[in-house]
């Protein structure tokens, strides 16, 4: 017999007469006659009771059930006699698949976020935990399904990479070399011939391999894992995270805005439409001003603010920051979160940004002192999504590179694609762990990542 989920049989439209469920044993209650056995497969975030008579053959087998022990069940789904659920299984037999051991972690009560993630490897068993993996899931799915609807071509850049798109120097460096063989310089590591005798790091952005591929296909996306070695500790920061890419040949600032907007309302609509249950568990649990803020990102148009416009908001602010405003320096988290959240209560898009603090790539714009860059803040989050439109003009670009000390030799396939056939383009990167953080409430990003890899946490 095949066996069937848990979640086809929660809401079954008839009784069913022979039903095999597999999964593990959250709590078993015995009375004088019978046990109740509440089970999960992962499935969906309820359990399905099973009542297994006294009488029952394997009933020897139901009295070993400790919590966490995985076993395979089979009888009859007929409605319940108690409340709180539609459907029961009345078991027939019972199979210990993987007996628990006594100290199994997860016994039902309510565990800490800084206990769970001690136990990384387990707490996708919990209630919580499980509802946002499978919520991660749908919203990697919803990513895919939003480009492909538009025509986009989905692009695998690589992860091992020779070039620093962002130029911040936060490059974990890929060696090929046994440790005690990298040679030294000055006492130094000398990682300049470390892969193969080239210079190689895990990237931080597929953002230049995709304009690569937009002046090629037109509209293309990259959806990878990248890494970046900072090593902060900040509640919206790790080492390895997963980044979504779109790059768009004949696009401008504006275009690029539209798209991060749309994007952004698309995953709300769809996991709201697709993983009901889920959020409900979130909205009521973990945020309770979750759906007014999902509400609010649909029903809002995102606002548009040049940077400076920003600073001056700030710098009138009645907020005493911890760190001043200032032109000309990057936003701090809570600058970002004082303007989404308090001034204008709903997503924001800062763009023009001061060209000194934004890289090479970025398109300058005719006053000469700003970039085409855009950012997405967003309530709770701050920064969601970092883009621009791209510097087109080789002329403008290679001048850019040489101001910035960057050797166009390192960059000369990035050159050769404004040599042929250039064009405006833009895109962005929106940061998907950041995305999990908003459409969850889950504030520590280190609780939307299977196995988050932070500075000192590399023990799963
Ligand atoms: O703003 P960032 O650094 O932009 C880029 O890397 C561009 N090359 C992207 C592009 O235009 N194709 O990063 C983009 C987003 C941020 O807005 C944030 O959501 C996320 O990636 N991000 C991080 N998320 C978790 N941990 C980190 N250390 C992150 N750094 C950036
Ligand atoms: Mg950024």
């Keep these: 017999m095949r066996r069937t989920k848990i979640v086809h049989l929660i809401d079954a439209a008839h009784p069913v007469n022979d039903v095999l469920v597999k999964g593990w044993v959250r ?13 999960n497969d992962g499935s969906c975030l309820k359990n399905i009771q099973v009542v297994a008579d006294a009488a029952i053959a ?7 059930l400790n919590t966490g022990a995985a076993v395979a069940v089979t009888g009859r789904l007929i409605p319940s006699q108690g409340s709180g659920q539609k459907w029961e299984i009345q078991a027939e037999g019972v199979t210990i698949i993987g007996a628990a051991d006594e100290d199994y972690p997860l ?55 020779g070039s620093d798109c962002e130029g911040a120097g936060e490059m974990f460096r890929v060696t090929t070399l046994d440790l005690n063989d990298i040679p030294k310089k000055e006492g130094k590591v000398d990682f300049s011939a470390d892969f193969f005798g080239r210079e190689a790091s895990l990237t931080v952005s597929g953002q230049l391999e995709a304009e690569m591929f937009a002046m090629a296909l037109g509209d293309v996306y990259t959806f990878g894992p990248t890494f970046r070695a900072e090593n902060s500790n900040t509640s919206r920061h790790v080492a390895e995270f997963w980044m979504v890419e779109p790059e768009m040949a004949f696009c401008d600032l504006a275009g690029n805005m539209t798209l991060g907007q749309e994007l952004i309302q698309f995953l709300t609509r769809y996991i709201l439409d697709h993983a009901a249950d889920d959020i409900d568990l979130f909205a009521r649990f973990v945020d309770k001003g979750l759906r007014a803020c999902l509400d609010g990102i649909l029903s809002s148009e995102f606002v548009r603010l040049p940077y400076t416009e920003a600073v001056n908001i700030l710098k009138t602010a009645r907020r005493k920051f911890d760190h001043d405003p200032v032109y000309g320096k990057d936003l701090q988290s809570e600058h970002e979160r004082y303007i989404t959240e308090v001034h204008f209560k ?18 300058v714009n005719d006053d000469g002192r700003t970039v085409a860059a855009m950012d997405v803040l967003v309530p709770g989050i701050g920064e969601i999504i970092g883009g ?3 510097e087109e003009r080789l002329d403008v670009l290679t001048a850019r590179m040489d101001d910035m000390g960057l050797d166009r030799r390192d960059y000369w396939w990035y050159i050769d694609s404004r040599r042929y056939g250039s064009v ?9 762990e950041r995305v999990m953080m908003l459409m969850t409430g889950i504030r520590n990003i280190r609780d939307v990542l299977p196995f988050p890899r932070t500075p000192g946490s590399i023990e799963f």
Excluded: W
């Design 58 to 64: 394997d009933y020897d087998n139901v009295k070993r």
């Design 107 to 161: 016994q039902k009560k309510r565990h800490s976020d800084e206990f769970l993630r001690s136990i990384a490897h387990l707490r996708p068993r919990t209630n919580k935990y499980g509802a946002a993996f499978r919520i991660r899931s749908t919203l990697a799915y919803a990513v895919h399904t939003f480009f492909r609807e538009r025509g986009f071509t989905c692009i695998h850049s690589p992860i091992i990479t």
């Design 388 to 390: 621009s439109q791209r």
């Design 346 to 363: 709903r997503p924001v898009i800062i763009y023009d940004y001061p060209m000194e603090i934004k890289p090479f790539y970025m398109r």
């Design 424 to 432: 405006p383009h833009s895109g962005f990167g929106m940061g998907f």
């Design 27 to 39: 709590t078993r209650r015995d009375s004088k006659n019978f046990s109740f056995i509440e089970l």
